[in-house]
């Protein structure tokens, strides 16, 4: 293989983001400004207005209307890419399962953010967590690195047309967003080679007119467009894990797979999180083992489709598993303690408990992980609100 | 390769009869060919032809276009049997 070449460089997340999108040969960007996504489009408009991005920058009035604008031009055959947080995520609902429905691979970055009211432009997962069932493959990223990578596998993957579906990244608030890291910054020939142009075997094109999305019937093909798109989604988990290996190899880059294993392999006791506040529980873990303590961490990359197999493979012979949400929901227990224990439904015999941590941006300190596994030890079925006022 | 919500052929091609709970029943011999029912259609599913095996009141009627219920489009509202001045449209409640 050529030597490849990658230059090291200090930036935020959302500007790894940014930068992630030039080189994925984005054609058409169209993006309502929402704290703390705005330096990601800042940054692309720059670009497209200096001439280092040669892409059409729409200006629109909504998130609704930035992602009606995308699924557009991502039809007519042109690779587009919108971003967001928050009540933007809510905003564009309706038009998310637009975008999946006419199974356009979409790239989205999301920067986490909480829902007010009361107030909120600090970090937490709850938007997008509420957007799971929307079609799209969900990436919850750790690092400035991943948040670039991941918009270059990410449309890898949404265009692989036994996918075919929109892929939406996630990075935590401020803690990514706007802190700055060291980033290996990929070479852009090396990523356009890798992507090659989009290829989509129906456009709309204005010399053979059809109609895309419009009334059928209740005999027509709805059912089974819906359960393609579950088949495409859920059976996607495979040929995601092989592109990883596939975009490593590449690039040299450290994906982890579905998701990581920290320290897994001898632990009696583990959590499980999703996005940067798994680099506190990593760093715990550390400190927990120099004590003797044999524990362990699994980081979801990928939280749509659900990595079940994988987590089912890692809990094997643990004492105890805590699955941490960084989000909220109010009848029930979290989304990832449901799904967690969905996958493991009579295949695997281990406790689960669930933490709700860091909602509308409270720290998630050292402690408060230590006294994660220390409920985990000790064992107490009830979800566990840390760090929090009120009893 | 996904399925996509591609449709080529506008809605009046499909097949919408299941819609339906009665459905227009015509009487030639009691249609004049006035064409009030294809005017008043909202859904464009009568058409005129000529067919001089239809029924008709009389000889003359037989040479003029006369309405024809496409029934894989008419989706059964019955206005074309409460115009009809004539009491030659009929609505006949639809058997599953």
């Known amino acids: 293989m050529e030597s490849i070449q990658s230059s090291r460089r200090i930036m935020t997340g959302n500007e790894a983001v940014a930068t992630g999108v030039k080189l994925s040969n984005v054609k058409v960007i169209s993006a309502y400004p929402i704290t703390p996504q705005t330096t990601i489009v800042e940054k692309l408009a720059e670009m497209v207005a200096n001439g280092e991005l040669d892409a059409k920058y729409i200006e629109v009035e909504s998130e609704h209307s930035a992602m009606a604008s995308v699924t557009a031009s991502e039809i007519t055959g042109v690779r587009s890419y919108t971003a967001s947080s928050s009540h933007g995520i809510l905003y564009m609902h309706e038009n998310l399962h637009w975008a999946s429905g006419m199974r356009v691979p979409i790239v989205m970055s999301v920067v986490n953010r909480a829902i007010g009211p009361p107030w909120s432009i600090w970090g937490e997962q709850t938007e997008t967590f509420n957007q799971r069932d929307t079609g799209w493959l969900q990436i919850y990223c750790e690092s400035n690195q991943e948040a670039m990578d991941s918009i270059i596998l990410g449309y890898k993957i949404a265009e692989n047309k036994k996918v075919l579906l929109p892929v939406m990244n996630m990075l935590d608030a401020f803690t990514l967003s706007h802190t700055s890291e060291p980033v290996d910054v990929r070479n852009l020939k090396t990523s356009y080679d890798y992507l090659g142009d989009l290829d989509l075997d129906f456009k709309l094109d204005f010399k053979n007119p059809a109609g895309y999305g419009s009334l059928v019937a209740p005999d027509g093909p709805f059912m089974e467009m819906r359960k393609d798109m579950r088949d495409s989604m859920y059976n996607a988990s495979g040929l995601i894990k092989s592109e990883i290996s596939n975009f490593n190899e590449v690039f040299d880059a450290e994906l982890p797979g579905l998701t990581e294993n920290f320290m897994m392999e001898d632990a009696d006791y583990a959590l499980i999180t999703a996005g940067a506040i798994s680099s506190t529980a990593k760093y715990t873990v550390r400190k927990l083992r120099e004590r003797g303590q044999k524990v362990g961490l699994i980081r979801l990359y990928f939280y749509r489709p659900f990595p079940g197999e994988e987590i089912l493979k890692a809990v094997r012979g643990l004492k105890g598993l805590g699955v941490v949400e960084r989000n909220v929901s109010y009848g029930q227990r979290g989304p990832t303690f449901e799904d967690v224990v969905s996958a493991l439904y009579r295949r695997a015999d281990v406790p689960i408990r669930n933490y709700v941590v860091g909602l509308g941006g409270r720290d998630i300190r050292v402690k408060d992980y230590e006294k994660m596994f220390e409920n985990l030890i000790e064992g107490d079925n009830d979800m566990e609100w840390i760090n929090v006022a009120v009893r | ?96």
Do not use: Q
């Open chain 2, 1 to 96: 390769m996904a399925i996509l919500p591609i449709t080529y052929l506008s809605s009046s091609t499909k097949v919408m009869s299941s819609w339906r709970t009665s459905k227009p029943v015509i009487d030639y011999s009691k249609c004049t060919r006035c064409a009030i029912c294809w005017k008043f259609c909202p859904d464009v599913a009568i058409d005129l032809v000529v067919d001089p095996n239809l029924n008709a009141p009389s000889e003359r009627f037989r040479v003029l276009e006369a309405p024809s219920i496409d029934y894989d489009h008419c989706k059964g509202c019955g206005i074309c049997g409460t115009e009809c001045p004539f009491g030659a449209i009929e609505m006949v409640r639809e058997e599953i």
